[in-house]
C-alpha cells in the first residue's frame, strides 16, 4: 500500500514504546498503592507523551517546501543529494532523517538557521534518465518519543550517467574504435576548429563541403570553422559507443570541465553543444546518460 | 556524550538521594556510597575489572534488602533496588541507547522514591526530578545539532510542562482514582498514634511527631475550647493505667435533618477511629467505606478501597447516657491497693461521694493549687505511681490527669472513663479550616453528671490553661523555646508575622490540592455530577446544553462571521509579528500582506482568502468554512 504523500504519519519509536510501558507501570503502581504521587507521575508522564507528540507532528507538518534540482549521479557511485527547504518552516534545531527508494543508507541532517538543505544519497547500477524517486523524510524531534514522516514527491529527474574510467587516452580510444583513418576534425588548411554546419550556398568553398553527411543523405552541408585556431576538444559519441567509451568520454567531460577547457560534444556527429560552463556539462551529461542507458 | 551523561546522572542522582536520606537505612546508603565511588574511579582510570563489579554490587543490594526487610514487597526494598539499578547503568553509557535506558529506569526510580513520601513539599522534588529526566531525553536528541543546550532544554520542557498541564488537570478531575487494596505489594495499614490502651507519659510520645492526622472545616462557628474531638474510650482502670473495655450502654438512634456542621478530611487515615467532637449526634461518610456506630458515641470507618476516610458531622443537643443496668460495674471499677494514700484522700472527703459536680470543682481546685503541666514529667516507677503523681512529684502531663482524675471520680462514687483523642488545632484563616496534628493528641475524662449526661472534665484546662487557649502548636513551641520574659499572648502574636501567613498560604495549597486533586475519587465526582443534577433547572441545562451550545455557536457564526474572520486572522498576525488590534483595524488587506509576507507563506495565503470572501459576493459556504480550518490551522500549527 502505497501512502499518500501530502499527509504526515505519527508512530512511537522504540523508545516511546518503552516509555509507555514505563507509563503503564507507573499507572498499576498508582492504582495499586492508590499512592496521590503515582497518579501526579502518570498523569505528568501522559501530559508530556501528549505534547511531545503534536510537538513531533507539528515539526515535520511544518516542512512543506522543499526545491529540488535534477540530480546528477554517477553509474555505481554513492552520490550525496541536497534538498533546500525553507529557513521559516523549522522551530528550531533538529535532526531530519531522508531516505528515497534509489538510497543505500539513510542520512541524518542537522537542521540549524545556518543550514535548512537536507540531504540524502542516491545510488544507481542503471544508465539512464528517470525521475526522482519519493523522499521520505523523518524525525524524532524533540524527546525521541514519537517518530514523524512524510512523502516528498517531486518532478526532477535523476540523470544516471556511466562510470568515469580513468586513466585511458582518449586519442588512443579513438583509434582503437574508428582505426588510424580517423578523419580529424580540424580545418587541415587553416588548422581552425570546426564550429557548426551550415546549408550549402553556391559560393562556398568545395573544400568545405561535408560530404561525410552528403554520404549520410543529409544533403550538401557547408562546414563552418571558427576563424581561429582553437584549443577546443571534440568529444564525439555515437548510439553504438560501448560503456567503457562513454566512461572515458564522461571522464574527459568532467577533466575538461574543471580545467576549464572548451569541449565541442558531437553525437552521431552532430554538434550537441560547445562551451566550458556547467550547463554545457550537463547537457553532455544528459546525452552520455541517455546513451549508456541504450548501450547496456 | 557518555562522559556528560555520567555527569549529569550522576550529580542528579546524588541530589536525589540527598532528599530521600531518612528513608534509606545505612547500610543501602553505604552501597550506594562505594558504586558511585567505583564509577568515578572507573571512569578516570579505565580500569575494565571495576566494571565486573556490577554483578556482586547487585547481589550486595538484593543481600542488604533481604537482611534488612525479609522480603521483596514494599515500598522501601523497591526504591533501594532502582537506586541500585541507576547506578549500575551508569558503568555503561555508551550510546543513545544505554542512555534511554537509564532514563526509563531513572523514572520507575522517580516512582518507587514518590511512594515513600506523602508531605507536600516531596511532589516539587518529584516534578523537578522529572524535568530534569525529560531535559536529558532532550539533550540526547539536540546534543548533534546544538552543543550543550542545558538551559535550553529547561525553557523547553518547562513550556511542554505548561503547555501539558490542562491534560494534568483534566486528568486529575476526570479520572476516577481508586485502589484495588491488597494487589500487587499493596497493604492498607490505620494510622493514629492511639494504641487502646493508656499508660500516663504514652501521649507525650505521640505528640513529638508533628504530623497531620486531619483538615476541618466547619460550617458554624466553635470555639476552640470546645473542640475535643473524641476517638476511644477507656473504661478498665488499672490503678494508673486503663484499658479498653465493652460499653454498658447503648447508642444514640435520634435524627438529625439539617445541614452538616463539620466536614473532616483525613489525611493518612484509611480505615480506624474516626474523631468526633463530643456532640455529634450524626456522621455519614463521605469516602468509599462502612460506617460503624459504636457505643459511647463513638465511630469507626472501615476504607473499601484503602481510600483515606472523609466524613460529616452533625452536632446534636446533650442527651443523657442510655446506661445499662450493669454500669456502674464498668463505670466504678477501680484497681487501688486499699492502704493507698489516695484511698485515704477518699476517706478524708466522704462527703463529696456520689456529689459529681462537687467532686469535679474539688478536683478542679486540687490540681490547680499546687499541680505542674509539663511534657517530661519522667517516669513514675515506684510501687504506687498514682500516689507518687497526685502526693508527691504532682507533675504530668494530659495522660497523668486524666487517668489520676478519672481514678478519683470514681473512687468518690462518681461513674468515670478516659476519652483519647485530638483537643483544638491550628486554624488557618487563608482557607478556614482546622488542621489537627499529633500534636494535639490529648486524654481527658467524662464522668456522668446529675442529670445522667456525661460531662467532659480536663484538668489540664485548670492546670496549664494555656494549653488548651492557645492550642497544642504555639504552646510546646513557647515552651521548648523556654523565653521566660515574654508571655505567651505575645509570643503568640509575634508568631501571626509574614512567615506565619506563607505558612497559611502553603497549608491552604496543600488542603485544597489534597481535596481537590489527590483525594479526589470517583464518589467526589459523582457528588459534583449530583450537585448538579440537584440544582432546579440542572437536568433541563444538562440535557439541552450541547444543543444550545452548538445553536449558539451557529448563531455566532452566522451573523457575526465577518467580526471572527477579521479577529481570527489579527490573532494569526499576532502570532508571527506583534499589532496592536487599533492598528490593524485601520490596515488594508494588501498592507497587512507586505507585513507578513517573510513570515509565513500560508497567513499570506489566509489573508487573500479573506479578502476575497470579504469583497464577493454569493462565496460558497464551503469556502467560508474552509477559511475558519485553515485559521486554525495556522493557529496550531503554523
Not at chain 1, 32 to 46: E, R
Not at chain 2, 581 to 596: S, V
Amino acid at each position: 500500500m502505497k501512502l499518500s504523500s501530502n499527509k504526515t504519519y505519527i508512530l512511537p519509536s522504540l523508545f516511546g514504546l518503552g516509555m509507555i510501558a514505563v507509563t503503564f507501570l507507573v499507572f498499576i503502581i498508582a492504582i495499586t498503592f492508590g499512592h496521590p504521587f503515582s497518579y501526579f507521575i502518570t498523569f505528568f508522564l501522559v501530559s508530556i507523551i501528549v505534547v511531545c507528540a503534536f510537538s513531533t507532528n507539528s515539526a515535520i507538518t511544518k516542512l512543506k517546501t522543499f526545491h529540488f534540482h535534477d540530480t546528477f549521479l554517477e553509474c555505481d557511485n554513492e552520490e550525496m543529494v541536497y534538498v533546500s527547504i525553507s529557513n521559516r518552516e523549522f522551530n528550531g534545531p533538529m535532526s531530519v532523517h531522508a531516505i528515497s527508494d534509489m538510497s543505500v543508507s539513510e542520512r541524518i541532517t542537522f537542521i540549524t538557521k545556518n543550514n535548512s538543505k537536507l540531504r540524502f544519497s542516491l545510488k544507481s547500477d542503471h544508465c539512464g534518465i528517470s525521475k526522482l524517486s519519493r523522499l521520505k523524510i523523518y524525525t524524532k524531534y524533540p524527546l525521541g518519543i514519537f517518530k514523524a514522516w512524510k512523502y516528498v514527491d517531486s518532478n526532477k529527474k535523476v540523470i544516471v550517467y556511466p562510470k568515469r574510467v580513468k586513466g585511458k587516452n582518449i586519442q588512443q580510444e579513438f583509434n582503437f574504435r574508428n582505426g588510424v583513418d580517423q578523419e580529424s576534425s580540424y580545418n587541415i588548411e587553416t588548422k581552425d576548429e570546426f564550429l557548426e554546419h551550415r546549408k550549402f550556398r553556391d559560393t562556398d568553398s568545395w573544400k568545405h563541403i561535408d560530404w561525410k553527411a552528403f554520404a549520410r543523405g543529409r544533403g550538401l552541408l557547408t562546414k563552418n570553422f571558427s576563424g581561429q585556431e582553437s584549443s577546443a576538444l571534440t568529444l564525439e559519441v555515437d548510439r553504438n559507443d560501448d560503456l567503457t567509451y562513454l566512461g572515458v568520454i564522461t571522464d574527459e567531460l568532467f577533466r575538461c570541465y574543471s580545467s576549464s577547457i572548451e569541449t565541442i560534444f558531437l553525437v552521431n556527429g552532430d554538434v550537441l553543444s560547445r562551451g566550458t560552463n556547467k550547463n554545457h556539462l550537463y547537457k553532455c551529461l544528459r546525452a552520455l546518460a541517455s546513451l549508456g542507458a541504450k548501450s547496456e | 556524550m557518555s562522559k556528560l551523561f555520567t555527569k549529569i546522572s550522576l550529580i542528579f542522582y546524588i541530589l536525589l538521594t540527598i532528599f530521600f536520606i531518612p528513608y534509606f537505612s545505612l547500610s543501602s546508603l553505604s552501597l550506594f556510597s562505594i558504586i558511585i565511588v567505583t564509577i568515578v574511579s572507573f571512569r578516570l582510570t579505565k580500569a575494565r575489572f571495576l566494571s565486573l563489579l556490577r554483578f556482586p554490587y547487585l547481589i550486595a543490594c538484593v543481600l542488604i534488602i533481604y537482611s534488612e526487610y525479609g522480603s521483596w514487597r514494599g515500598f522501601e526494598p523497591a526504591s533501594i533496588l532502582f537506586s541500585t539499578l541507576v547506578l549500575l547503568k551508569m558503568f555503561e553509557l555508551n550510546t543513545k541507547r544505554d542512555i534511554y535506558s537509564l532514563i526509563l529506569i531513572q523514572f520507575l526510580h522517580i516512582t518507587s522514591l514518590s511512594l515513600l513520601v506523602e508531605d507536600f513539599y516531596y511532589l516539587f522534588i518529584i516534578f523537578m526530578s522529572l524535568i530534569v529526566c525529560f531535559c536529558n531525553l532532550y539533550l540526547v536528541q539536540q546534543i548533534s545539532v546544538e552543543r550543550l543546550v542545558f538551559k535550553k532544554s529547561i525553557t523547553r520542557i518547562l513550556k511542554f510542562a505548561l503547555y501539558g498541564s490542562p491534560i494534568v488537570i483534566l486528568l486529575f478531575l476526570s479520572f476516577p482514582r481508586f485502589n484495588f487494596g491488597g494487589f500487587l505489594f499493596s497493604s492498607s495499614k490505620a494510622t493514629t498514634g492511639f494504641s487502646e490502651e493508656l499508660s500516663p507519659g504514652d501521649i507525650a510520645e505521640i505528640i513529638k511527631d508533628p504530623s497531620v492526622v486531619f483538615h476541618v472545616n466547619f460550617t458554624k462557628r466553635i470555639q476552640r475550647f470546645d473542640m475535643y474531638w473524641r476517638g476511644q474510650i477507656l473504661a478498665k482502670n488499672d490503678l494508673f493505667s486503663w484499658e479498653k473495655s465493652k460499653l454498658p450502654e447503648k447508642r444514640y438512634t435520634e435524627k438529625i435533618f439539617k445541614k452538616f456542621d463539620y466536614f473532616v478530611t483525613y489525611d493518612t487515615l484509611t480505615s480506624g477511629p474516626l474523631f468526633t467532637l463530643e456532640k455529634t449526634r450524626k456522621v455519614v461518610l463521605s469516602s468509599m467505606g462502612s460506617l460503624i456506630n459504636l457505643k459511647g458515641n463513638l465511630y469507626r470507618s472501615n476504607s473499601i478501597r484503602n481510600k483515606k476516610s472523609r466524613y460529616k458531622g452533625w452536632l446534636g443537643p446533650e442527651l443523657p447516657a442510655k446506661l445499662l443496668d450493669n454500669y456502674e460495674e464498668v463505670y466504678l471499677q477501680t484497681n487501688v491497693p486499699i492502704d493507698s494514700e489516695v484511698i485515704k484522700y477518699r476517706n478524708k472527703h466522704r462527703s463529696l461521694i456520689n456529689k459529681p459536680t462537687e467532686v469535679a470543682l474539688h478536683l478542679k481546685d486540687f490540681f490547680m493549687k499546687s499541680f505542674k503541666y509539663s511534657t517530661t514529667p519522667g517516669v513514675y516507677n515506684s510501687a504506687n505511681p498514682l500516689d507518687e503523681f497526685l502526693f508527691r512529684r504532682k507533675v504530668g502531663f494530659c495522660g497523668h490527669y486524666a487517668s489520676a482524675s478519672a481514678t478519683l471520680f470514681r473512687l468518690f462514687g462518681v461513674p468515670s472513663r478516659v476519652v483519647l483523642g485530638y483537643q483544638g488545632g491550628i486554624f488557618n484563616k487563608v482557607g478556614n479550616f482546622y488542621v489537627v496534628t499529633e500534636k494535639d493528641a490529648h486524654s481527658w475524662v467524662e464522668y456522668l453528671a446529675e442529670d445522667g449526661v456525661w460531662t467532659r472534665f480536663d484538668a489540664v484546662s485548670v492546670v496549664s490553661p494555656a494549653r488548651i487557649a492557645f492550642g497544642a502548636d504555639a504552646f510546646f513551641e513557647f515552651e521548648k523555646l523556654g523565653l521566660r520574659d515574654t508571655s505567651i499572648e505575645d509570643f503568640v502574636s509575634s508568631r501571626s508575622g509574614i512567615f506565619g501567613e506563607l505558612r497559611q498560604y502553603i497549608q491552604n495549597i496543600y488542603y485544597q490540592a489534597g481535596t481537590l486533586f489527590f483525594n479526589y475519587d470517583l464518589e467526589t465526582q459523582r457528588n459534583l455530577f449530583k450537585k448538579f443534577i440537584s440544582f432546579k433547572y440542572g437536568q433541563w441545562v444538562l440535557f439541552y446544553m450541547p444543543y444550545l451550545l452548538l445553536g449558539f455557536l451557529l448563531f455566532l457564526a452566522i451573523t457575526g462571521r465577518e467580526k471572527i474572520k477579521s479577529l481570527l486572522v489579527f490573532i494569526c498576525i499576532n502570532k508571527y509579528r506583534s499589532l496592536k488590534w487599533l492598528k490593524y483595524r485601520t490596515l488594508t488587506e494588501p498592507q497587512l500582506i507586505d507585513l507578513i509576507k517573510d513570515s509565513s507563506t500560508s497567513l499570506v495565503d489566509l489573508i487573500l482568502m479573506y479578502q476575497r470572501l470579504r469583497y464577493s459576493r454569493n462565496e460558497s459556504a464551503f469556502k467560508e468554512l474552509s477559511f475558519f480550518f485553515k485559521a486554525f490551522k495556522i493557529l496550531v500549527y503554523g
